[in-house]
């Protein structure tokens, strides 16, 4: 099987490991395996395999992961297709969207 991949250097992820708390949130939520737990703390295994979609960062207990979510989340870019709209993944504004 083909390795995923979103886009080659334009994932908004960011990570402040030195705040990191070594609980691994972001590792059970992330669906492209982006992030690793090495030596107690997170880090970032793959930053292209990031798709944005803002589950990181939504489960992050210390709020040390930042992603401008939404703009690489699949269902609204599908749903996005099938409706002529604009993406829009709701992830970010708390009111359930996707993640």
Known sequence: M??????????????????????????????????????????INDHNRCMECGACAKNCPVEVITVKAGVGCASAIIYSWLTGKEPRCDCSDGDGGCC
């Open 2 to 43: 083909a390795e995923l991949k979103y886009l080659d250097d334009v994932s908004t992820l960011q990570l402040d490991a030195g705040g990191c708390i070594g609980c691994g949130m972001c590792v059970t939520v992330c669906p492209h395996a982006v992030f690793t737990l090495a030596e107690g703390k997170a880090a």
